[in-house]
């Protein structure tokens, strides 16, 4: 029997190419095309007064300039809200080139097209726009002042209000021997992929047909988003994914104003176009998140039982809103991690800001609602004398109440249900990992060498494999080579490698026979995208159910071949042999052949379907009722709901006494996605995220002035870690399969960077004994905690780091 490849570490088969130089990205295309070229706003906040555009023209190779009024139809009107939510009163989306006001510096007002880049940038420069600059919001205390406003239909600039309510939280907190109260605040980052965003469009002219290349997460969305505006019959319209250099959600959102205006210029000229953004362009054009503060009021009894939580949050979604409130909803919901807070009470307030629009970026409002509940948690601890594990412990839901039902909506508008997982194992592998029960030890040996030294731990849950749906198709040729589409795009993930594994064993194929298309719209029309965690759960498990599909249909016509029943068949490295007589069997290739009857043969192995082959039943036709010609298969995976997986995270922090520089010494992370198809891919996973997660609690932040300006929109001033701060990650996993899908899968594309904001912030709180509420840190900013906490204006800590100083403190009356 064939070796079962699911669950097995094979190394990825895409990774020869793309580190031999075969990539082929979207700059890798178009050589020969048109180039787009944009002016943007320099102003956050203004009225376009005049655009005089006369100096541009006279550059030679320019081919036209485009402002909004030379938009016609539907290429004019606004981008569409992709999201809309009954909460999201006031969204407001802007347009592909500006219309008589801008709303954050780089937003686009003009389009060049000229020969090649070079010219489109020297006749933008040649553009001179006057503007009447209007107040400018920035900050969500700013926004939430509401004395200037970024549109003037929006009171308040408040996008959205919502609040979801489970049980009667005052009574709760009134009745509740502890309450607490925190203010916490998570700053403003962003995705910065490698490769940024970028649009190469063909207009074919005798076909009325246009084809485009997207650096985007959604093949299928952009091709939609682009026919409606063009207004094409969508069968029109191509849209294909190449090789993506990262995404981490900025490529989520279709249609950027490039992915429109790029095949308009097409289309118009009857030229090839293309585009391909600067990183300048990137931190002040794309997309950002993180943005929120958060006011958490917990009331808890001598033990450290929730009873109730009640949390109010701001968010800032910047300029716009076309992605609607995606983002604070599942801050919203998935707040709550593993714990069974009582009665629960959220309220959010979406904000207008004149700062680059908000979209998901890995962990999507996870990160920030994992530090709110964490920074609880410890709060809790540290008010009693407490363990903070033990904490933790004692309220978790258990294996027993699962599947376990919070009373929410989660942001797929269905329950938020948690469907598996064993919080209580994973913390035990967690603190095993770590050594947690022995870490006093290892903190008195520094503090006798002069080190600060800090354990910290954060816990989450998170919803992956949101629906609708997703599809796959699979075809084995008449050479016994498996080819499989689907609807998802990749920009890392490993697709190649880990859905090959699971037609190989869904199938009994040979992986190295089996070849993964991705985000081609001409081989998979109906897709959703990559994101949220969903590429192994859905394709994954459309992909396995079209693979059965195949299978099934492989079985039938070898056993009439053969004069057997399909019972008594087996599929082994592509050939269909019978069970226990191996000698009599034929190749999946010849299956294929056969289940295409033909008139005609074209080689040597389809003779065998011809008509005189005599491999055909006289009395039967040649295509059995119900079925259609080859051996290939197309099915649809569409859950009910979102399967969750979970995690933990616990690192050991140092603090340097005199520059107050933050190292992390070790990085543990135990985490269960179910069972695990490729563990080294699933590694990876982890590993990268949790280093965009150290990015995001000790380096990355979007500094902005007062003006709307983006301070650091270079990679000299946004600062993110090199290998040399990423420390090594120390994992283990639990494994509880999910009950909803075929395959018992969950998602692990964000799980690494969720925690780490509230992990670090949990070990610095320990190593210096005053509480931490904001992140990212820095050591500017340390360094000015420990001055407020020198001159008293910062409480100390009552903190107990593991069982034997909880019992030490237990007598101890509480403040």
């Given amino acids: 029997m064939s070796t079962r490849l699911f669950g097995t570490p094979i190394k990825r088969k895409e990774d020869p190419r793309l580190v031999t130089g075969g990539g082929r990205y979207l700059d890798d295309l178009g050589h020969d095309a048109l180039a787009a070229a944009f002016v943007r706003s320099p102003h956050a906040h203004a009225r376009v007064v005049d655009i005089d555009a006369d100096d541009a023209f006279e550059l030679d190779g320019v081919l036209g300039i485009y402002a909004h009024d030379d938009l016609p139809g539907k290429v004019g009107e606004p981008l569409p809200l992709l999201i809309p939510h009954p909460a999201l009163t006031h969204g407001r989306t802007g347009y592909a080139l500006a219309r008589e006001e801008v709303n954050h510096v780089g937003e686009p007002l003009v389009m060049v097209v000229a020969t090649d880049r070079y010219v489109a940038e020297d006749a933008c420069q040649r553009i001179r726009v006057r503007y009447e600059p209007l107040p400018v919001v920035v900050g969500i205390e700013s926004a939430r002042d509401g004395a200037a406003v970024v549109h003037p239909d929006v009171p308040g600039n408040v996008a959205a209000h919502l609040t979801q309510v489970v049980g009667d939280v005052d009574a709760a907190l009134a009745t509740a021997p502890h309450t607490l109260t925190l203010e916490l605040d998570i700053e403003r980052s962003a995705s910065t992929p490698l490769e940024g ?121 910047g300029a ?115 050594g947690w029960d022995d870490f006093a030890t290892e903190r008195a ?89 969903r590429a192994a759960v859905m394709s994954g498990s459309a992909v396995a159910l079209a693979a059965r599909r195949v299978r099934a249909k492989a079985l039938r016509i070898a056993a009439d071949a053969l004069e057997v029943s399909p019972d008594d068949l087996e599929i082994v490295e592509g050939t269909v042999q019978v069970k226990g007589a191996p000698a009599t069997s034929m190749t999946l290739g010849t299956v294929s052949v056969l289940s295409n009857p033909l008139r005609y043969a074209f080689d040597e192995a389809t003779q ?107 990679f000299m001033d946004f600062l993110m870690p090199y290998a040399s701060e990423v420390p090594t990650i120390e994992t283990d996993h639990l494994e509880t399969p999910s009950p909803l899908n075929p395959l018992g899968i969950k998602g692990a594309g964000e799980a690494g960077c969720i925690p780490v904001s509230a992990v ?22 340390l360094w000015a905690l420990r001055r407020r906490y020198a001159a008293g204006e910062i409480r100390p800590l009552r903190r107990a780091s593991h069982p034997s100083e909880s019992a030490a403190r237990a007598e101890e009356p509480t403040p």
């Fill in 760 to 781: 670090i912030a949990s070990a610095i709180e320990d190593a210096e004994g005053f509480p931490i509420t904001r992140m990212p840190i820095s050591p500017a900013d």
């Fill in 320 to 434: 716009y809103t076309p992605y609607g409130i995606i983002v604070p909803i599942i801050t919203a919901t998935q707040l709550l991690g593993p714990y069974k807070p009582g009665a629960y009470r959220v309220e959010f307030w979406s904000l207008y800001t004149n700062t680059v629009l908000v979209t998901p970026y890995r962990g999507a409002g996870r990160p920030q609602g994992c530090f709110a509940m964490e920074r609880t948690m410890d709060a809790i601890a540290d008010r009693l004398g407490l363990d903070r594990a033990q904490v933790r412990a004692r309220n978790f839901i258990l294996p027993s109440e699962m599947p376990y039902d919070h009373g929410l909506l989660f942001q797929d508008g269905r329950p938020l249900k948690y469907d598996s997982g064993d919080f209580p194992a994973t913390l035990n592998k967690l603190k095993a990992l770590v």
């Fill in 608 to 714: 065998a379907a011809t008509q005189f082959a005599g491999t055909f039943d006289p009395q039967k036709p040649p295509v059995a009722e119900g079925e259609e010609p080859g051996l290939e298969g197309k099915d649809f995976y569409s859950p009910t709901q979102a399967t969750f997986a979970n995690g933990m995270h616990a690192a050991i922090v140092e603090t340097d006494p005199v520059t107050a520089e933050i190292r992390i010494l070790r990085y543990c992370v135990v985490h269960d996605c179910g069972p695990m198809i490729n563990p080294m891919i699933v590694e990876g996973q982890v590993h990268g995220g949790v280093a965009q997660g150290v990015g995001g609690a000790l380096y990355e932040r979007m500094v902005y002035d007062d003006s709307g300006q983006l301070l650091n929109a270079s």
């Fill in 445 to 533: 040996a520094a503090v006798a060498q002069g080190r600060k030294v800090g354990l910290g731990i954060g816990c989450y849950v998170e919803g992956t494999g949101v629906g609708p749906y997703e599809g796959s198709h699979v075809q084995v040729e008449t050479s016994g080579r498996v080819n499989v589409s689907i609807g998802l795009t990749s920009q890392g993930q490993g697709h190649e490698t880990v859905f090959a594994q699971i037609v190989a064993d869904e199938l009994g194929v040979r992986m190295e026979d089996v070849f993964v298309t991705t985000g081609d719209t001409r081989k998979m029309g109906y897709a959703v995208g990559t994101f949220a965690s």
């Fill in 197 to 317: 965003r970028g649009v190469y469009a063909q207009w074919d002219d005798e076909r009325d047909e246009l084809r485009m290349y997207s650096s985007t997460q959604t093949s299928t969305g952009v091709r939609a988003a682009v026919a409606a505006k063009l207004d094409l019959p969508l069968a029109k319209v191509e849209c294909i994914a190449p090789d993506v250099g990262g995404g981490f959600g900025v490529k989520i959102m279709h249609p950027w104003p490039e992915e429109v205006l790029v095949p308009w210029a097409a289309r118009l000229l009857r030229q090839p176009v293309k585009w391909v953004e600067d990183r300048r362009e990137h931190f002040v054009s794309a997309a950002h998140e993180r943005g929120q503060l958060h006011t958490v009021t917990v009331g808890f009894d001598d033990d450290g039982h929730l009873l109730a939580l009640d949390v109010k949050f701001w968010h800032d979604n």
